[in-house]
């Protein structure tokens, strides 16, 4: 990393750039890389990030939440000084994607804060974008609304912070600055607990489900038939580190229908887990609770429950 001039307190400070609530109806996916080698570490020094990541990742745990219109906000006063909007809202790796090469940022648009500061805003959903190159913007603009255009597999805005054309990341702004720490300035308005890891979604179905529908949030039923084939409990959680357990249950009237703890065996930004049992002879009628819990070091750190109802 070359030697930058240190960053202020008090230079800019920044809102959250999406109308959500960090740890329940959204998340940090990924930070700055602030390793510069080709290795990755976020901030804290673990694992929420990816070689040459510039800027922070808030996601929605599913596509499905895509279609709950969510802000993208100004984080900051300033003037807009590009914008681009027409892009496809595309899942990159999955069959149909367009090229975006040059244009990976999808929709999106750059705001100038004087000083030197810019916020950039990416991968917003076609059509929204709410505002045009010169307009004057109040902290908290409505920008658009968060989508799955550009370089991107999972819907979440991406906002790159810049301070004379270099990324800062607004969670370590002074770079000399060692992980570990715990008392050092951000450019946040208030403080933003980091979260290593934790569940996104939890679900009852009738097979193990696509990955693709567990990401879209489509996997879920809402009630099964009582001759269901077979009964399964899915988890999908972001954040997995080596020997996180992901413990799976599922309960119905007569009790267990089956449970599982699954290891994770390496790093995963996200990934998912089914267990379940089959039936020839059916299930009895009522209600069916899924729970899915994330056990680091001996120490459940996140759970979730969904239920559904088996018809007669
Ligand atoms: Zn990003």
Known sequence: MSPAS????????????????????C???????????DAMADFTCGNLSYDGH??????LPTGLDLEDNVPVLASAAGTVTAT????KDHRQRTAGAPDVTDVECGNGLVIDHGAGWTTQYC????GSIHVKKGDRLDKGALLGYVGLSG???????????RK???VVDPFRPEPTTTCGETDAQTLWDSPLAYQSSGLLSVGITSKIPDYDDVKAGTAQAETLPSDSSALVVFGFAFGGQDNDIMRL?????????????????????????????????????????????????????DAQTNQITVTP
């Open 123 to 126: 991968h917003m959903m076609q």
């Open 27 to 37: 998340y940090i996916q990924n930070y700055v890389d602030a390793d510069p080698s």
């Open 164 to 166: 004379d054309g270099k």
């Open 54 to 59: 510039k800027g922070t990742d808030f996601a």
């Open 6 to 25: 240190p960053v202020l307190a008090g230079d800019i400070s920044l809102g959250l750039p999406i109308d959500c609530v960090i740890g329940d109806s």
């Open 249 to 301: 249950e599922l309960t119905g009237p007569n009790g267990t229908v089956a449970s599982r703890d699954v290891t994770v065996n390496k790093p995963q930004a996200q990934y998912f887990n089914a267990t379940g049992r089959k039936s020839s002879t059916g299930w009895p009628a009522g209600t069916y609770m899924g729970k899915v819990q994330i056990i680091r070091d001996g120490k459940m750190i």
């Open 84 to 87: 681009r909007d027409g892009m």
């Open 151 to 161: 370089m991107t597999e999972f819907p979440h805005v991406h906002l790159a912070v």
